[in-house]
């Protein structure tokens, strides 16, 4: 397995993102709330502090992506899922929750709130061409394919 070196700085009181197993894609980070804890009501978000500021290497993101057990559990998923950390971003990362349940949740600093995921990004170069060309699905889209 190969590992990209990524340079952190924690401002937290957590300790430092881990992979939970060994075949985990993804590291849980944590919120951190110095203050008090915060409460998301039904339908509403939360920009919710990590204490963690990274360095990418060039053509790497980071993909800020909601934990499973959070959302089957309690309906808390990351609204701009994947939210994306970039190469030359050196701000705070923070994490955008919603509540998509029936009730209030806390987060408490400590909880694990979400999982970064390491991805390779290439650069697009844009070709300006008259055409494109033809395919079976053409400009068919949002559900033009069917749903079963």
Same mark, same amino acid.
């Given at each position: 397995?190969? %590992? *990209?070196?990524?340079?952190?700085?924690?401002?937290?009181?957590?300790?430092?993102?881990?992979? %939970? &197993?060994?075949?985990?894609?993804?590291?849980? $980070?944590?919120?951190?709330?110095?203050?008090?804890?915060?409460? $998301?009501?039904?339908?509403?978000?939360?920009? *919710?502090?990590?204490?963690?500021?990274?360095? @990418?290497?060039?053509?790497?993101?980071?993909?800020?992506?909601?934990?499973?057990?959070?959302?089957?559990?309690?309906?808390?998923?990351? *609204?701009?899922?994947?939210?994306?950390?970039?190469?030359?971003?050196?701000?705070?990362?923070?994490?955008?929750?919603?509540?998509?349940?029936?009730?209030?949740?806390?987060?408490?600093?400590?909880?694990? *709130?979400?999982?970064?995921?390491?991805?390779?990004?290439?650069?697009?170069?844009?070709?300006?061409?008259?055409? @494109?060309?033809? &395919?079976?699905?053409?400009?068919?889209?949002?559900?033009? &394919?069917?749903? &079963?």
């Amino acid at each position: 397995m190969s %590992q *990209i070196k990524v340079e952190i700085v924690n401002k937290s009181n957590n300790p430092n993102p881990t992979y %939970q &197993t060994f075949g985990s894609s993804g590291m849980d $980070i944590q919120a951190y709330l110095p203050e008090k804890s915060v409460v $998301i009501y039904p339908g509403k978000t939360a920009k *919710i502090p990590t204490g963690l500021y990274f360095s @990418l290497p060039f053509g790497y993101e980071f993909q800020v992506r909601p934990r499973s057990g959070l959302a089957a559990k309690s309906s808390i998923t990351v *609204i701009n899922t994947p939210g994306t950390v970039d190469d030359d971003y050196r701000g705070e990362v923070c994490v955008l929750l919603i509540n998509h349940g029936n009730e209030a949740f806390y987060v408490q600093s400590g909880d694990r *709130i979400a999982q970064l995921v390491l991805q390779q990004v290439p650069k697009a170069e844009l070709i300006p061409v008259k055409d @494109l060309d033809d &395919t079976k699905r053409g400009s068919g889209g949002f559900g033009s &394919t069917g749903i &079963t």
